[in-house]
Structure formats: C-alpha cells, structure tokens
C-alpha cells in the first residue's frame, strides 16, 4: 500500500510500472539522492530563485536597477527550473522539457533567458530588458502550465472568447 509520498515520488519519477531492480537500478539507486533529500534540495533552490527574483523587483527603482533586476530575475527563475531536477532528476528533466509537446516553449524560455542577461549587462538597455523579462514571464508561465493536462487549450480558449 502506498502513502501520498510514495505516490507522489512515483508520479515525478516517471516510472509508472513496477519492475524487478537490476544491478544497474540498484547501482543508481544506492548513489542518488533520497527522498527527503531530494525534496529539500527543490524547496531550498525553488525558494533561493524565488528570493533573488523578488530582490530584483526591490532593488527595481535604484540607478541602474532595471538591469540589475532583469538580471536577478533571470538567475531566480533559471534557480526555480533547476529546482524541479531535484524532484525528477536532471535526466528526466531534460527528457520532459524537449518532449514534442513543450521543446518549442523550452526554446523559447532558453532564449529570452539569454536575450534578458545579453540586454542586461551587455547592451545596459533598460527598456529592453524590460520587455525581455515580461516575455520571459510570459514563456515560463507558457512553459509551466504545459504540465497542467488541457491547460493551455483552456488558456486559448479563454483568449479567444475574449477576441470573439
């Protein structure tokens, strides 16, 4: 009988079935993190992208605080996606990002982290980087409800009755 724990480390892992453990499973089994590792690792990168995220908007109305936000809200939200390789370890991760029905999203989110940090500390243009972190906001939400089932039909219908 499984708790809610088990089943949720089951679900995040990706493995549905049960199999026997070969040699190679205990092998990595016995070297990788465990549970309760592994959920304090994603609680304190989650919290740490999160934190510099909001330092970012505090820090907003200094000189030269547009860039210094597009900056830390960059590194925050990069912090907040590698938290998740905690939780379903890094190779599953990349598995799941570049799967068919989100690899255009990743993409996305990839490049507007780049754009952001390029605007920011290269170019030192204000505006610009602020239009790169609200399409960066944009591409993450876009990325992130990819992994709520019939979330973005939803979101494109509701867009759309608005249009209509």
């Given amino acids: 009988m499984y708790n809610s724990m088990d089943k949720l480390k089951k679900a995040l892992s990706g493995n549905d079935e049960e199999e026997d453990k070969g040699i190679v499973t205990q092998i990595s ?37 547009l860039i210094i936000f597009g900056v830390l809200y960059t590194i925050g939200n990069i ?34 982290f780049i754009l952001t940090l390029v605007c920011a500390i290269a170019i030192k243009n204000a505006p610009l980087t602020i239009v790169c972190v609200i399409i960066q906001f944009l591409a993450m939400t876009w990325y992130s409800i990819s992994y ?17």
Avoid: E, H, Y
């Avoid at 998740?84 to 799967?99: I, Y």
């Fill in 79 to 112: 912090l907040s996606l590698m938290s998740t390789c905690f939780l379903m370890g890094p190779c599953n991760q990349l598995k799941k990002m570049f799967a068919k029905t989100r690899i255009i999203a990743t993409i996305l989110v990839f490049v507007m």
């Fill in 29 to 65: 089994d016995a070297t990788s993190l465990s549970w309760s590792t592994r959920i304090k690792g994603f609680l304190i990168c989650f919290i740490l992208g999160a934190g510099l995220s909001i330092l970012g908007s505090c820090l907003l109305f200094l000189k030269n605080g």
């Fill in 148 to 164: 709520i089932p019939f979330a973005r039909d939803a979101v494109i219908k509701c867009f759309s009755a608005c249009v209509d």
